[in-house]
């Protein structure tokens, strides 16, 4: 009898605690979803500011440098009022993961360099009329036997630009390119 009683008293016990467990990882599911959302609003919100990323994340300080004060791509966009989010543009699951990333101290510092796709740029930038710009003397560096290629094998944003051309080629456009290819491979 007695054994038969403890029996059941575990069993109900176990019960109770099952069910303590799952209101638990309910909760606990619901907070962290809450989290991100708020993590991710905030992130979405308060980014809008290029400030906002320097002073947040410190290790945004040299894209956030370069985008105020240097003669890179990045500075050259500053001034004509192109903003962090007109080229980045993370969605909310990316921007909340990264702000939990942040919080927790999971990110890497410098970052990476990402290699975007073209039509970030291209959403801007007519080809064509770049192309007719850059008609030179002895070739185009936006059109050749290479075809149309990344923007990023030579324009760089927040490092200096460099000119794929020159891996085989000298061409007398390469003495005069802008201070924002500072090396010319
Ligand atoms: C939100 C719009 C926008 C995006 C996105 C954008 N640009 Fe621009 N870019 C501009 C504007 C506006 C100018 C100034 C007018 C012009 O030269 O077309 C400019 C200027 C430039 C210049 C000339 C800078 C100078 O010093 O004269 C280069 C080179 C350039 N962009 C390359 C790029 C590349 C490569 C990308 C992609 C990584 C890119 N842009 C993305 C808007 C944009
Ligand atoms: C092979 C190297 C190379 C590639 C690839 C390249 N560019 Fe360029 N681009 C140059 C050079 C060199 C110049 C001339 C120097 C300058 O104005 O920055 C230039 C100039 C420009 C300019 C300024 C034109 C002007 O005088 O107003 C824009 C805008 C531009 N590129 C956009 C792009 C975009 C968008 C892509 C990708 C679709 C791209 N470039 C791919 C080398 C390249
Ligand atoms: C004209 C487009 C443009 C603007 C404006 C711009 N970026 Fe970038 N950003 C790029 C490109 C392209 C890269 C890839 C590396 C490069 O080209 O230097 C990049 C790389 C980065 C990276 C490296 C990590 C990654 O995602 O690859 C960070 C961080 C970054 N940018 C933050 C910023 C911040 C903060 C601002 C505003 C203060 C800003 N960017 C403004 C185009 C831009
Ligand atoms: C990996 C090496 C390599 C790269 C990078 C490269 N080329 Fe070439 N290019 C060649 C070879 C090989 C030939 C054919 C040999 C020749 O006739 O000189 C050639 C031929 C040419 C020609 C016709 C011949 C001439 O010299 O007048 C032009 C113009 C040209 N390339 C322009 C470019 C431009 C612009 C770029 C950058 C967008 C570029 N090339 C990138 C290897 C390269």
Same mark, same amino acid.
């Given at each position: $009898?007695?054994?038969?009683?403890?029996?059941?008293?575990?069993?109900?016990?176990?019960?109770?605690?099952?069910?303590?467990?799952?209101?638990? =990882?309910?909760?606990?599911?619901?907070?962290?979803?809450?989290? &991100?959302? =708020?993590?991710?609003?905030?992130?979405? +919100?308060?980014? !809008? @500011?290029?400030?906002? #990323?320097?002073?947040?994340?410190?290790? $945004?300080?040299? $894209?956030?440098?370069?985008?105020?004060?240097?003669?890179? &791509?990045?500075?050259?966009?500053?001034?004509?009022?192109?903003?962090?989010? !007109? #080229?980045?543009?993370?969605? &909310?699951?990316?921007?909340?993961?990264?702000?939990?990333?942040?919080?927790?101290?999971?990110?890497?510092?410098?970052? %990476?360099?990402?290699?975007?796709?073209?039509?970030? #740029?291209? +959403?801007?930038?007519?080809?064509? +009329?770049? +192309?007719?710009?850059?008609?030179?003397?002895?070739?185009?560096?936006?059109?050749?036997?290479?075809?149309? =290629?990344?923007? @990023? %094998?030579?324009?760089? $944003?927040?490092?200096?630009?460099?000119?794929?051309?020159?891996? #085989?080629?000298?061409?007398?456009?390469?003495?005069?390119?802008? !201070?924002?290819?500072?090396? %010319?491979?």
């Amino acid at each position: $009898m007695a054994t038969e009683n403890s029996t059941s008293e575990q069993k109900s016990k176990k019960k109770l605690f099952k069910k303590l467990s799952r209101k638990r =990882l309910i909760f606990i599911l619901l907070s962290v979803f809450v989290l &991100l959302m =708020l993590s991710g609003f905030g992130v979405i +919100k308060a980014s !809008d @500011n290029p400030a906002f #990323c320097s002073t947040l994340c410190h290790n $945004m300080e040299p $894209m956030y440098d370069s985008y105020e004060h240097s003669n890179l &791509l990045a500075n050259a966009h500053k001034k004509k009022d192109v903003v962090c989010h !007109d #080229c980045h543009q993370d969605s &909310l699951a990316k921007k909340s993961s990264e702000g939990v990333k942040y919080v927790t101290g999971d990110y890497e510092d410098p970052m %990476k360099t990402r290699e975007f796709s073209k039509s970030m #740029c291209l +959403k801007c930038h007519d080809y064509e +009329k770049v +192309k007719a710009k850059t008609n030179f003397k002895d070739s185009n560096p936006h059109d050749s036997h290479n075809g149309q =290629l990344d923007c @990023n %094998k030579c324009h760089r $944003m927040h490092e200096p630009s460099k000119v794929y051309c020159a891996n #085989c080629h000298e061409f007398s456009w390469m003495e005069k390119l802008p !201070d924002s290819f500072s090396s %010319k491979k």
